[in-house]
Nanobody, 125 residues
């Protein structure tokens, strides 16, 4: 199983980007998926999770600006990022679980079984 993340790039503060994550090798229609990010010199942190239909979770730092969604027909996970700030600069990773995670699990890296290679988002003027 591989997760292919794409959509990163250079954007000015206040701009928008949409990240995509496409799994290959299996579908995750009934499983939790999420996005994490790692800024230079920092540990990887939770960004957002799609636990189950309409059951979404966000880190406080991105709430109201980012939106996670999933298109099961396309087997694709998205992260719409609006009002981007320089502190959003990081490598963004998508992840998938073999199960449906409960809320206390969905923010934790170790709850996810599959990881993508990451896509770089740089927010700078």
């Amino acid at each position: 199983v591989q997760l292919q993340a794409s959509g990163g790039g250079l954007v000015q503060p206040g701009g928008s980007l949409r990240l995509s994550c496409v799994p290959s090798g299996r579908t995750f229609s009934g499983n939790s998926m999420g996005w994490f990010r790692q800024a230079p010199g920092k540990e990887r942190e939770f960004v957002a999770a799609y636990r189950w239909r309409g059951n979404l979770m966000y880190a406080d730092s991105v709430k109201g600006r980012f939106a996670i969604s999933k298109d099961n027909a396309k087997n694709t996970l998205y992260l719409q990022m609006n009002s981007l700030k320089p502190e959003d600069t990081a490598v963004y990773f998508c992840a998938a679980s073999s199960s449906t995670l409960i809320a206390s699990q969905a923010r934790r890296e170790e709850a996810y079984d599959y990881w993508g290679q990451g896509t770089l988002v740089t927010v700078s003027s």
